[in-house]
């Protein structure tokens, strides 16, 4: 299982929604249709371009931390 520290570890700029999905259990499918319906109630940045959605990998860590406040 994917944990924060792996994501951490990594240099990509960008996440894809199963790994994000993995780190706080819920389905990558869920992550994706929240991320092109409502990205404002994920609490982090998504990028979305045509059926296809990434997540910023630094913003995603400092929110998993509580550092970001995405309003």
Do not use: S
């Amino acid at each position: 299982m994917l944990t924060m520290t792996d994501i951490k570890n990594r240099t990509d700029a960008t996440i894809t929604p199963a790994e994000a999905a993995a780190v706080l259990g819920m389905a990558p499918h869920w992550l994706r249709l929240m991320a092109r319906e409502h990205p404002e109630k994920l609490g982090f940045p998504v990028i979305v371009y045509g059926n296809r959605c990434r997540i910023p990998r630094i913003p995603f860590l400092q929110y998993l931390e509580g550092g970001l406040n995405h309003d």
